[in-house]
């Protein structure tokens, strides 16, 4: 039985009280600078524990629901073509939804290195500049807006 992927994604912006952004590399492709991204586990899983769970997953951050900020924005987009064989055959977009977690500056981070093989927290709009994806650049963009 074939397992495809579910094309609802959750993106999580982690910064801290300054607005430096923690962005991963992706070990399979090498200069591809990111935020924490998931899919769903499952069609009923609530997008703030995929969050959670990502965020886990990919930084070893234990966050808690109170400290993430879902910003009831999303992003559809083409899957990359890279990609596309992860998702049934008859799916070509995602939908992505913005969250985002603020975090002390001396947060440690544990790469999951099946997934990223660096990290580094950078000032937002630096940040922005790394971004492979538009999505995600367009996110971190927009934190100024989303901070309290």
């Known amino acids: ?88 055959p008859e799916v070509a977009r995602n939908t992505e939804h913005v969250f985002s977690l603020c975090v002390p500056s001396t947060t440690a981070v544990t790469l999951s290195a099946r997934e990223h093989s660096a990290y580094q927290w950078l000032p937002w709009l630096a940040a922005a500049d790394l971004c492979y994806s538009s999505s995600n650049a367009e996110a971190i963009l927009l934190l100024p807006q989303f901070v309290t």
Do not use: C
Request: hydrophobic share 40%; net charge negative.
């Open 1 to 88: 039985m074939t397992f495809f992927k579910i094309p609802e994604s959750v993106l999580v912006v982690i910064h801290t009280p300054a607005l430096e952004v923690l962005l991963i590399e992706r070990a399979d492709h090498p200069g591809f600078w990111q935020s924490v991204t998931g899919s769903k586990d499952a069609l009923d899983e609530p997008l703030e524990q995929t969050a959670l769970r990502e965020v886990m997953e990919e930084t070893g951050i234990q966050a808690r629901s109170q400290d993430l900020r879902d910003w009831a924005l999303a992003n559809v987009y083409d899957i990359y073509p890279a990609y596309r064989h992860r998702y049934a």
